[in-house]
């Protein structure tokens, strides 16, 4: 005898529900839980089924459909195609009373959806997901639905209930047998509310890729990477197509700030796995960007959300522990700190929540990989030079000679900082000045060292006013008007050409 697969929930559902294109009665706004919102969703599966020779029966209380194709010809001035045009056979009364047993045709063909709905699971999840949202309209809850196997001398109506009866095939059978991983509702209820879980076994098949969930129902792998995860994800506003189907940016995305959202207990998780291993996670890859807080987050939530990283980092690092990057661990370890190596968008995201990172307790000269030491000879002699000739034509800005001191630095992607103004201090490379002056005097400073001290001292007394400034500019232009006029001109015997005399 034949079996079947029976979905059953209370409430008689309109026959239009799976015949007409757009009809849907779920309302997520006003049910939660709620799943359904196309109206397209019975349609597609009703196709789907028939593709794969798979003729579904469906009991809407007394009114009973059957769905299967008709051949079709269409013909234009073109070209002529043939089609399986679905039919629905009727038979029995409907929820009004009235009997019913025509053969109407539908307004899809088996085509319809073929492209995306390519997997008889994609049908039978739709069928429960309906469902679930009819017993929630009727009952508050999911509690009515039940899927079951049986024979084929049990396919009958139940009044007040809708069924849905799919032949028992390997695969139909095999969808039956994951259904907990299907749905959270019949393995795991007590999760439905929850947007982080922990890793259970809910995979199909060996791989340990994130398990994506919307409202309970199962959604996809993360298939696009062989990464394991932490956790899997149940996301109650994920964004999916009319395949139910969701890219890997929405999952990723959702997936971080779900994360970002996460108690203390969650985070100790990821952070022990960040601190205990060199295996990379799903997880250590989400952006910045999920991670970080939305500019409509209350400052209620984000405090809360730093309340949870510090106390799941401290209790799984301690209160010396640092979050760095490879090039940093040396100057942390200097410094008395334990540094622990990680990418770089979670140290910005525990940074923006409070956790210690090299950027919170370096400062930007050791981030830099700059040793700031005394003054060198030359170093001073040079600011010394220059102020003299400002301060000569007047051009202070009413301020005393800046502090300077000398820097030590590695190239950047190939390039050497000659110096720097910040904080009322001018900074001058060692390998541009050292101690020259002492044995020749203003001659041992070369041009390139007065050029870089008079930049800097430029930014001290402009007020930090940067390179490409229009303040800066101006001020250039006044030091080099007011030196050329302060000097002499004098006709040279020898060449008859102008000469300053500075």
């Keep these: 005898m034949a079996a079947y697969l029976r979905i059953e929930n209370i409430g008689v559902a309109p026959a239009d529900a799976f015949t007409v294109l757009g009809v849907s009665m779920a309302d997520q706004s006003s049910n939660a839980g709620m799943i359904g919102q196309f109206g397209s969703g019975s349609k597609h599966s009703i196709a789907l089924l028939l593709r794969n020779e798979l003729l579904p029966i469906v009991f809407a209380g007394n009114l009973k459909l059957e769905f299967s194709t008709r051949p079709q010809v ?4 073109q070209a ?73 001398s049990q396919v009958r109506a139940k009044a007040g209930y809708t069924r849905v009866f799919v032949p028992l095939t390997p695969e139909v059978l095999e969808f039956y047998n994951n259904l907990g991983k299907w749905f959270l509702h019949f393995s795991e209820p007590e999760s439905l509310g929850r947007a982080i879980l ?5 995979n199909l098949g060996e791989r340990k890729a994130a398990v994506i969930y919307r409202r309970g129902v199962r959604v996809r792998e993360f298939e696009s990477s062989d990464t394991e995860s932490l956790f ?11 395949s139910r189907k969701a890219s890997d940016w929405d999952v990723r995305h959702v997936s971080g700030k779900a994360l970002s959202n996460a108690d ?11 601190l205990s291993t060199e ?22 939530a984000i405090e809360n959300r730093k309340k949870a990283w510090q106390t799941a980092f401290e209790s799984i690092a301690g209160e010396q522990s640092v979050l760095a990057t490879k090039a940093t661990a040396s100057q942390l370890e200097r410094k008395g ?6 990418p770089e968008n979670l140290i910005s995201a525990a940074g923006l929540y409070g956790i210690k990172t090299s950027s919170s307790v370096l400062s930007a000269d050791e981030l830099s990989g700059r040793e700031i030491t005394k003054a060198t000879v030359d170093a001073q002699a040079a600011v010394d030079y220059i102020w003299d000739l400002i301060e000569e034509v007047g051009l202070t800005n009413g301020k005393d000679k800046p502090e300077v001191r000398s820097f030590s630095s590695i190239l950047d992607a190939g390039t050497m900082l000659n110096g720097y103004y910040r904080d009322g201090i001018v900074y001058i490379n060692r390998d541009l000045a050292g101690d020259a002056f002492l044995v ?19 930014h001290y007394v402009t007020n930090g006013a940067t390179d490409n400034s229009r303040d800066f500019q101006d001020y250039a232009f006044e030091v080099a008007v007011r030196i050329a006029r302060r000097g002499e001109f004098h006709t040279s015997t020898s060449n008859r050409e102008p000469a300053f005399v500075v």
Aim: charged share 30%; hydrophobic share 40%.
């Design 74 to 77: 269409v013909s234009d001035s």
């Design 80 to 152: 002529t195609k043939r089609f399986e045009r679905v039919v629905v056979k009727f038979g029995g009364t409907d929820i009004n009373g009235i009997s019913r047993s025509a053969t109407e045709d539908l307004g899809f063909v088996l085509d319809f959806g073929r492209l995306d709905w390519d997997d008889v699971a994609m049908g039978l999840r739709e069928f429960v997901s309906n469902a679930i949202d009819r017993s929630i309209r009727e009952k508050g809850d999911w509690s009515t639905v039940t899927v079951d196997v049986v024979s084929e």
């Design 198 to 202: 922990p890793k259970s076994n809910r």
């Design 232 to 242: 899997d994800y149940n996301l109650d506003n994920l964004t999916i197509d009319e």
């Design 264 to 274: 203390a207990k969650t985070l100790a998780i990821l952070f022990e796995k960040l």
């Design 279 to 300: 295996m990379s996670y799903w997880e250590f890859g989400f952006d910045i960007y999920s991670l970080q807080p939305a500019y409509f987050d209350s400052a209620e």
């Design 337 to 342: 700190y334990k540094p622990f190596l990680a």
């Design 440 to 458: 020749a005097g203003s001659k041992a400073l070369s041009d390139r060292l007065l050029k870089v001290a008079l930049e800097e001292v430029a």
